[in-house]
């Protein structure tokens, strides 16, 4: 079946600039997580849904960066007024239910950088 | 807190060879430990995991790893490594919430 699909693959955009990253996860699913990887940084979690739940945006690194789950499915990354350093490979992972022990599964990534 | 060790940044082997790569975790509870590989401009793909029972998990390409509690390790192991295997390793642990957290990753090269 389908697996986790992102877009865009790539982004490049300037300073200052808003940018929003989408994730499609897997057919039933009901929990969603994004990560960000970067050079200095490895990877980092960033936000996690789990159906209805009020997410946990532990991660988010500024108030710059939010993100919303419509309908329980597709998920939108949003960065405002994007700075050079969040220059990264942002990706996407969908598990059945949440949970420590489950699988993600990930997708691609979308490839930001900011000029 | 949590966190992942893998103290070797870049790996070499030859095709053929065995290979392990080493993982130390921290983490206060029983943790659930996973091994991830990235192939270039790809997304990461699960090789295998423990949370419970034997302590020698068996995944998939041939992979395994062994949990050992009183290392606090998870070393992934392979008996003849492929050109194909090579990547970027992660080991991962997993908490009672939800996010995972990554090791820095190993490069492994093989040479022919």
């Known amino acids: 079946g389908a697996g986790v699909s992102q877009s865009p693959s790539n982004k490049v955009t300037e300073k200052g600039k808003d940018v929003e990253l989408r994730c499609d996860p897997i057919s039933g699913h009901t929990a969603l997580y994004w990560y960000r990887q970067s050079l200095g940084q490895g990877l980092e979690f960033l936000i996690y849904?789990?159906?209805?739940?009020?997410?946990?945006k532990s991660g988010l690194p500024s108030d710059r960066f939010s993100a919303e789950r419509t309908g329980g499915s597709v998920s939108t990354l949003t960065i405002q007024r994007t700075q050079q350093e969040d220059s990264a490979v942002y990706l996407c992972?969908?598990?059945?239910?949440?949970?420590?022990?489950?699988?993600?599964?990930f997708g691609p990534g979308t490839r930001l950088l900011v000029l | 807190a949590q966190s992942v060790t893998q103290p070797d940044i870049h790996i070499t082997v030859s095709e053929g060879a065995s290979l392990e790569l080493r993982c130390n975790y921290s983490?206060?509870?029983?943790?659930?430990l996973f091994w991830y590989v990235q192939s270039p401009g790809q997304g990461l793909q699960l090789l295998l995991k423990?949370?419970?029972?034997?302590?020698l998990v068996q995944g998939i390409k041939g992979f395994e790893a062994e949990f050992k509690r009183s290392q606090s390790s998870f070393n992934l192991r392979k008996p003849s490594v492929h050109w194909s295997d090579a990547a970027e390793y992660f080991c991962a642990v997993g908490n009672a919430g939800n996010m995972l957290t990554f090791g820095g990753g190993t490069r492994l090269m093989v040479k022919p």
């Open positions: 983490y206060g509870a029983t943790p659930y």
């Open positions: 849904f789990q159906g209805n739940s009020a997410p946990d």
């Open positions: 992972a969908s598990s059945l239910q949440g949970g420590g022990s489950e699988t993600q599964y």
């Open positions: 423990y949370f419970s029972g034997d302590t």
